[in-house]
Every structure is written in structure tokens, then in C-alpha cells.
């Protein structure tokens, strides 16, 4: 991760915390879903980004080219992908998050290098197989993915914490995590 993105994304929850502050009327009580949904940007959230280097290989007219490059990874998830679920008997605020997912790949092609030099494929070609190895490579490193969970978790924490501070309610995750099932990483139900 960059130097300096973690604290761009802590900047932009405590720039959205001040504002949702300074234009309240006062102190509530209470919230319904809606309100604590309506309170969450309605955009995706890169909440981890990562660099990748790899190999990508292209068959072409009976030649096999490796492609190593260079990329640039989001993970993130859209805010409006929460399950909020509020118990008024309860007094509890249930967050359910969802999975993050490749929100943007950069791959960089001044990073190209040939094996053997001089590839007859098109940049088009190329570009595609680097961005789908590095796809595929993302898709199984499950803790870069729950490292970008954590991440986004802590953003939603920020945003929601404020909101039912001077509450009753209290408020508890409920996440898909990462465990081995039959020695294989997946996503646990």
C-alpha cells in the first residue's frame, strides 16, 4: 500500500464525520435504516490498494510470450451493499458487511518486459492478459482480501459510530470471513 492512502481515507471519513456533525440540529435519539444509509456515500469505497508483480503468458501463432508488468490493485466495496438491520426492542444496530471485490486494475505498460523480446501480440492482447492474471491472482490471495475488509469495516465503524453515540443502541458486525474448509481458503458462510 502507498504511504500517505491510509491517511487519505481517514481524511475523507473525518471530512464526512464533520460535516454530518455541522449540519445536524441536534442530538437524536434515535435512527431508523434509512437514515443511517442515507448517512454513507453512495459510491464504492477503495478501502486497500496493493501492487502486483507478475508474469502473464500469451500463445501466438505456436510462441508462448511472458509478460512480466506491473499493477496497480483496489479492493473496496459499495457502501450501499451493507445490510443494516435495527432492533428497537433490542436497542441493537446489526451490520452485516459484504465482500470486497477488484474495484480498479492499473497495469502499468511502461513495466513491460518480453520473453523472448519483440512479442507480434497487440497492446490490447497484452493489456488483457495482464489485467486477468492479476485478477485471478487477487481472487485467491484471501488475506489481501481481508485486509481490504478490515479496512472498509473501519471506514463504516467511523461513519456509524458518531451516529449512535448518544443512543441506546449498540451496534455488533456480522462478516464473511476467511477460514480453511477441506484445506482449501475460502469464504466462510
Known amino acids: 500500500m502507498k504511504k500517505g492512502t491510509h491517511k487519505k481515507y481517514l481524511f475523507l471519513v473525518m471530512l464526512v464525520l464533520l460535516t454530518l456533525v455541522l449540519t445536524s440540529c441536534g442530538k437524536k ?6 437514515e443511517l444509509i442515507a ?8 478501502s486497500l490498494e496493493s501492487v502486483y508483480n507478475g508474469i502473464a ?4 501463432d505456436g510462441k508462448v510470450y511472458h509478460i512480466h508488468y506491473q499493477a496497480k490493485i483496489k479492493l473496496g466495496a459499495n457502501f450501499r ?4 438491520r435495527l432492533d428497537d426492542g433490542k436497542k441493537t444496530l446489526v451490520i452485516i458487511a459484504p465482500e470486497v471485490s477488484i474495484v480498479d486494475i492499473i497495469v502499468d505498460p511502461s513495466s513491460f518486459d518480453f520473453i523472448p523480446s519483440n512479442p507480434t501480440v497487440e497492446i490490447d492482447e497484452i493489456m488483457d ?3 486477468n492474471d492479476v485478477r485471478e491472482a487477487t ?3 484471501y488475506r ?7 479496512s472498509f469495516i473501519s471506514v463504516i465503524e467511523g461513519l456509524l459510530r458518531p451516529l449512535i453515540k448518544d443512543t441506546e443502541y449498540s451496534a455488533s458486525w456480522l462478516l464473511k470471513r476467511i ?3 477441506d484445506e482449501v481458503k475460502q469464504w466462510a458462510d
Open 39 to 46: 448517512s454513507l456515500p453512495s459510491s464504492n469505497l477503495s
Open 81 to 84: 451493499d451493507l445490510d443494516i
Open 29 to 34: 435519539t434515535a435512527y431508523t435504516k434509512s
Open 139 to 141: 481472487q485467491k490471495d
Open 129 to 131: 492478459a495482464c489485467e
Open 144 to 150: 489481501l482480501q481481508e485486509k481490504a475488509q478490515d
Open 179 to 181: 477460514k480453511v474448509v
Open 57 to 60: 503468458d500469451i500463445s501466438k
